[in-house]
C-alpha cells in the first residue's frame, strides 16, 4: 500500500509543479513519475541524466567527485593527486569513509590529501612542472605507493595542461603506474560521468598490467566490484562470500590495492554491488576477458538469502551447499534482528534520496523491518537504473529524479514519511521540519549496512531514528498550547 | 557512427552503447548467421541501427562500430 493512491500522487505532483515558470514546469514535469510495477521499461514515464535546471537547488556533484571520491579515492595504496586547486581535494577528503586497513601516510594514503594547490601563476604558465615536481615529492616521501593517479579539476582542462605527457615521463621514471585521469568537474551533467571516466581510465592504465604473468588460480576466484567499504560495508559483504566457499580476489575499489585491480581478469565471476559505477569496467571484462559480471544485493535477509543463491549458481555444488551453509548459520541472527525491531518499525514509511543504487537496493531491507518505501529518487542514475527500481517499489509510489530542493520538501510535507533516508545537504533541512532523517550516503557515521552483520547495524539505526525521543520535542514549550494570557502568568506577574 | 556493444542474454542479443549508456534489446537483426553477421538491427525501445555485415564474432560479448538509421536517443 502506498502512501497516497495514484490519483492524490498525480495531484500532489501537478501542485508541486505549479510554481515553476512554463518552460521549466514542462522540463520537471519529465522527471518525477509514479510507479507502476507493469512497466517493462521506464523510458516513457521517466527522463534521467539530463542537465539540472539553472535555478533550482540540486544535489548533484560533479565528474571530480564520482571519479576521485568515489572510484580512485578508495584504492589505498595509490596516491590520488587532486591538480587544480585546493579546496575540491580538502572538502572532499575522507568524507565518504572508506575504511582500509593500513598505515595512513605510510602504505595506505585515502585519508591524505595531496593537491597541487593551483595559484594564479598555475593559471597563467600552466601546471605541467608543478605536477612533475609534486610527483617527485610524493616519490620521495611516500615511496611504499604503488602507483599516482592525476585526478584533474576543472582549471586542468580550461587551460588545456597536457597531464598525459607528465604521467607519461613520470610512470617511466618511477616504473609505477601513473594514470592522468580527465575528471573535470564541467564534464558531463553529474558525478556519473565521473565514474564513466574512471572506468575508462582504469580499463586504459590498469586492468591489463599483468596479462599474461602467472597467477595461481581457482575455480571459485570472484571480485567484489562497485563495493567502497563505507563503514566496512565490503568486509561485512566479503565475509559471506569468504564462508560459502569462494575466494575474493580483489575489492573494488574499497579496501582495494593496485595488485588487486590488476590481478581481477584472472577472476571466475565478477560481483556487482554498485552496478552505476562499475558497469563499465565489468562490461569491459566480460569482452575482453570472457568474465561474466553479476548484480547482487546485500542490504537485508531477503535479499542476502536470493543474492547469494544466485551467486552460486554460477558454480558448483560445494558453492551451492556453501551458499545454504551461510544461510542457515545466519538466519537465527537475521530473525533475531527482526524480532527485536520489526515491532519497533512495523508501517513505518521511508522516502529515499540517495546516488548510484541505494534508492532500490535498501527496500529489500526495509521490506524486512516492516517499512515501507513510498518514494524514491537518484541523483544521478540513467534509465537503466530506473528499469531496475520500477520492480522494487511498490505501485503507485513516487519515484524522482535528480529532485530540486523545493519539491523534496513539498514532497515530504505532502507525504509526512516516518524517516527520509538522503545526503548531508539535506539532513538539517528535514532535521528543523522535525522528520527524522538516516545521512544513506556514508551511513550517517555509522556501519557497515551491507551483509548479515550490517543489517544489525541497519535496523538498530534505523530504530534509533525513528523512535528517538527528540522527535516529540519539535515543538517549543511556549507553542503547545495556545497561550491563555500573558497576564495570568505567574513568572511574569512576580515580575 | 558510434561503438556498440552485443551481449547475448538469455532473451536473445542486448545491444550497449557506452558513450550513451543505452542499454536495450535486440528485436531483429537482419543477418544472424555464422557467415554473414549484422545489417540492419533494431531495438526494443524503437531505435535502429546498422552494423556492416560480417563474419560472427567468435564470442559475445563484442563490440562494433555501427550506424545509427533512426533512433531514440
Known amino acids: ?145 604503488k602507483g599516482i593517479s592525476i585526478q584533474s579539476e576543472c582549471p586542468v582542462g580550461l587551460i588545456g595542461d597536457d597531464i598525459e605527457a607528465v604521467a607519461k615521463k613520470a610512470a617511466k621514471e618511477l616504473n609505477k603506474p601513473v594514470v592522468p585521469v580527465r575528471c573535470e568537474g564541467f564534464r558531463g551533467v553529474s558525478q556519473s560521468l565521473g565514474h564513466h571516466i574512471a572506468n575508462d581510465s582504469v580499463r586504459d592504465w590498469i586492468i591489463s598490467n599483468r596479462d599474461g604473468k602467472d597467477f595461481e588460480k581457482t575455480p571459485y576466484d570472484v571480485a567484489i566490484l ?18 560459502m566457499g569462494l575466494r575474493v580476489v580483489a575489492q573494488w575499489s574499497g579496501d582495494g590495492t593496485l595488485a588487486e585491480m590488476e590481478n581481477t581478469p584472472n577472476v571466475k565471476l565478477n560481483l556487482l554491488h554498485c552496478y552505476r559505477s562499475m558497469n563499465y569496467i565489468s562490461r569491459h571484462m566480460e ?18 538469502r536470493e543474492s547469494l543463491r544466485k551467486i552460486a549458481s554460477f558454480f558448483d555444488d560445494s558453492i551451492k551447499e556453501g551458499a545454504e551453509r551461510v544461510i542457515a548459520k545466519y538466519t537465527p541472527m537475521m530473525d533475531a534482528v527482526i524480532a527485536k525491531y520489526k515491532p519497533r518499525l512495523q508501517g513505518k514509511k521511508v522516502m529515499l534520496y540517495v546516488g548510484g ?40 509510489t513516487l519515484i524522482y529524479d535528480d529532485v530540486t530542493g523545493y519539491e523534496f520538501e513539498e514532497f515530504v510535507k505532502a507525504m509526512k514519511p516516518d524517516l527520509i ?41 534505523m530504530d534509533l531514528t525513528i523512535n528517538n525521543p527528540c522527535w516529540n520535542l519539535m515543538q517549543a514549550p511556549w507553542q503547545e498550547k495556545p497561550a491563555k494570557s500573558l497576564l495570568k502568568d505567574p513568572l511574569l506577574k512576580a515580575a | 557512427m558510434a561503438n556498440i556493444m552485443i551481449r547475448k542474454s538469455d532473451k536473445g542479443y542486448v545491444f550497449y552503447m557506452p558513450k550513451r549508456d543505452i542499454e536495450d534489446s535486440i528485436v531483429s537483426m537482419e543477418f544472424d548467421t555464422a557467415g554473414k553477421w549484422g545489417g540492419e538491427i533494431k531495438l526494443g525501445n524503437g531505435g535502429a541501427y546498422y552494423i556492416e555485415p560480417q563474419a560472427a564474432p567468435a564470442r559475445l560479448p563484442y563490440s562494433v562500430r555501427a550506424r545509427r538509421i533512426d533512433g531514440v536517443e
Open chain 1, 287 to 304: 569482452e575482453k576477458y570472457g568474465i561474466p559480471w553479476l548484480e547482487y544485493n546485500f542490504f537485508g535477509p531477503t535479499k542476502i
Open chain 1, 1 to 145: 500500500m502506498a502512501a497516497l493512491t495514484r490519483e492524490e500522487t498525480e495531484a500532489l505532483i501537478q501542485e508541486v509543479l505549479e510554481v515553476y515558470p512554463e518552460k521549466a514546469k514542462k522540463d520537471r514535469a519529465k522527471h518525477l513519475m509514479i510507479n507502476d510495477k507493469e512497466l517493462e521499461s521506464s523510458k516513457k514515464c521517466i527522463t534521467s541524466n539530463r542537465k539540472s535546471l539553472p535555478g533550482v537547488m540540486t544535489m548533484r556533484g560533479c565528474a571530480y567527485a564520482g571519479s576521485k571520491g568515489v572510484v580512485w579515492g578508495p584504492i589505498k595504496d595509490i596516491i590520488s593527486i587532486s591538480h587544480g586547486p585546493i579546496g575540491c581535494g580538502q572538502y572532499a577528503r575522507a568524507g565518504r569513509r572508506n575504511y582500509y586497513v593500513g598505515t595512513t601516510g605510510v602504505d595506505a594514503f585515502c585519508e591524505m590529501n595531496f593537491t597541487s594547490d593551483f595559484q594564479e601563476k598555475d593559471i597563467v604558465f600552466g601546471g605541467d612542472k608543478k605536477l612533475a615536481k609534486l610527483i617527485g615529492e610524493i616519490e620521495g616521501l611516500f615511496p611504499l605507493n
Open chain 1, 421 to 461: 533516508g538522503s545526503g548531508i545537504k539535506e539532513k538539517y533541512v528535514f532535521h528543523k521540519m522535525g522528520v527524522p532523517f538516516r545521512q544513506l550516503h556514508s551511513w550517517d557515521y555509522s556501519g557497515p549496512y551491507h551483509g548479515c552483520d550490517g543489517f544489525a547495524v541497519f535496523a538498530k539505526d
Open chain 1, 226 to 243: 562497485g563495493d567502497y567499504n563505507i563503514g566496512g560495508d565490503a568486509w561485512a559483504s566479503r565475509i559471506l562470500l569468504e564462508e
Open chain 1, 357 to 396: 543504487l541505494r534508492p532500490r537496493h535498501v527496500v529489500g531491507a526495509y521490506e524486512d523491518l516492516g517499512m515501507e518505501v513510498v518514494g524514491a529518487g537518484y541523483e544521478f542514475a540513467h534509465n537503466d537504473d530506473y528499469d531496475r527500481t520500477i520492480k522494487e517499489m511498490g505501485d503507485a
